[in-house]
């Protein structure tokens, strides 16, 4: 039995600092942004845990509630009389809690924008506020160096934390507690809270003003950011530092989950989204954006990503439903199903699968009729080698593979080359397709040297061609010299910090 024909393996084309993986195919889903200005930096987005996922930005004086599908406000909560702090939701999406700098914490009813509470004691503005997963007490921490937690019912203060020696900027409550959470400060320092202790039951030193913290639905891991430094610490060994990420250059300054606690994003003032992978701590996917980054939040099921920046610029990237889970299937027709019943096979059944034809591309079906010509003529027509050079490229390769470009373009009509040779010089530069085109142009001038004097146009490809092959070599001469010289400062830079003594740097 003859084997099934193999089709002509496709190269993908170079794209520099990332690869097509699954995951950025997922997040290249996302649709086109839209971008709305805001009255002022947006320093706090948080969606609701609930469906439709509405999620709230806080900037200026006022907290916006947005709507998830059509990304639009619906609800705006304005009773600050200063700049508004960290507009969080409840677990079930009926109340908002949000700081100031007045100093106060502020607890709304989003759908009626009513003002239900409003707790005092802090001295300085309020950075966190977040409710605890008991959805009955309010968490706080302010620039007065203190975090405190509050009862809704009642108003009042129940415990007050004095350990920070500096700002409280960040914070988070624990999910599977409702006793525990997570402050950051300028102290460098992050710190565990048990409502049921006096003091804190954790301090691990970040070497950083803490910018932002996270922490796993479970509590046994979080994660501390500062500078351009991610630190992922393990709560249950002690504060245990597990892995330390540095893929920014500037100051991270939010971390939040997606993908159902599967990946997390950091946002940094050096406008990149780092997307990583919770089981390796590696980076799967960069996302870009025009401003420093301050906030970032994805809704529950990754429909929404909504990104604040520093300039007051809101960036909101929709998924299409059909993206969001699996594609639905069609309806059998009914041929093929058993309608008004279900059919459950037994072990007696014989089962045969139902295989469907493959359908191959022209190229794979000339190829397979060993018609060589014609599929480099199929590879090389205008939409496939303009819009698809990875394909062009495949066939020449396989052409190479059976022995047979040479008697391939071998007595071919100029008109035909054409496209060859406008080929070879878009191309030529890409570093996973020059190999084999400096073949394949080996092969052309072996074959019609002493005949391009005699073509006008070919003679002007050919030109081109052989000018698109100095200015590549030109770069690559000038980036070597380049290299050289950096080697030489690096070398000379780490010989002169080896030859200082201690004495020296002591008195230096």
């Given amino acids: ?65 947005y709507s998830a599908r059509s990304n639009q406000i619906i609800r705006s909560l304005n009773r600050f009389k200063e700049v508004a702090r960290s507009g969080s939701f409840r677990a079930d999406g009926k109340l908002i809690v949000a700081g100031s ?67 409280i900027r960040c914070g988070v409550a624990c999910r599977s507690s409702a006793d525990i959470f997570l402050t950051g400060s300028y102290d460098h320092k992050a710190k565990l809270f048990d409502t049921r202790r006096e003091a804190s039951v954790l301090t691990v030193e970040h070497g950083h003003p803490v910018e932002s913290v996270l922490m796993f639905p479970s509590g046994n891991i979080f994660m501390t950011a500062g500078g351009n430094v991610i630190k992922v610490w393990d709560a249950m060994a002690g504060g245990r530092l597990l892995t330390t990420l540095s893929h920014h250059h500037k100051t991270i300054t939010s971390l939040c989950f997606c993908s159902q606690h599967k990946r997390f994003m950091s946002g940094s003032l050096d406008r990149h989204i780092k997307i990583y992978d919770v089981s390796s701590y590696q980076p799967v996917h960069s996302l870009d954006y025009p401003g420093a980054i301050l906030s970032l939040a994805v809704a529950p099921d990754d429909s929404v990503l909504a990104v604040g920046m520093a300039d007051g610029l809101l960036s909101i990237q ?58 480099l003529d199929a590879a090389m027509e205008l939409h496939t080698r303009c819009k698809h050079p990875e394909v062009t490229l495949g066939v020449l390769q396989e052409l190479i593979r059976r022995g047979v470009l040479r008697a391939v373009l071998a007595g071919r009509d100029p008109r ?63 980036l070597m010299q380049l290299q050289g010289l950096m080697l030489v400062v690096i070398s000379g830079a780490t010989s002169a910090a080896r030859d200082v003594t201690p004495e020296a740097s002591l008195t230096l």
Wanted: hydrophobic share 35%.
């Fill in 101 to 167: 700098d007045e100093p106060v914490v502020r607890l709304f009813d989003p759908t009626t924008r009513s003002q239900l509470r409003v707790f005092k004691g802090h001295t300085g503005p309020v950075n966190v506020t977040k409710f605890l997963s008991d959805s009955l007490r309010v968490m706080s921490a302010s620039d007065d160096k203190t975090a405190r937690v509050w009862d809704i019912a009642t108003e009042a203060e129940l415990i007050k934390y004095e350990e920070h020696t500096d700002y």
């Fill in 1 to 65: 039995m003859a084997t099934a024909f193999k089709k002509t393996p496709v190269v993908n084309p170079l794209t520099f600092g990332e690869k097509n993986t699954p995951d950025a195919l997922y997040w290249k889903s996302l649709d086109i942004p839209i971008t709305k200005k805001e009255y002022g930096a947006i320093t706090s987005i948080d969606f609701s845990s609930v469906s439709p996922y509405s999620y709230a930005v806080t900037n200026s004086t006022r907290v916006q509630i």
């Fill in 318 to 375: 929709s998924r299409n439903k059909a993206e969001r889970g699996k594609t639905p299937k069609k309806k059998a027709s009914f041929h093929y199903r058993l309608k008004g019943k279900t059919f459950v096979a037994k072990e007696e059944d014989i089962v045969v699968i139902n295989t469907r034809k493959e359908k191959m591309a022209r190229y794979d079906r000339l190829l397979k009729r060993f018609e060589h010509s014609k599929a």
């Fill in 416 to 478: 035909h080359l054409q496209g060859v040779l406008r080929f070879i010089q878009q191309n030529l530069c890409k570093p996973n397709f020059a190999p084999t085109l400096l073949d394949v142009l080996g092969t052309f001038f072996s074959l019609y040297e002493e005949s391009i004097g005699g073509n006008a146009l070919m003679e002007s490809l050919t030109t081109k061609v052989k000018r698109t092959m100095e200015e590549e070599i030109s770069y690559q001469k000038k």
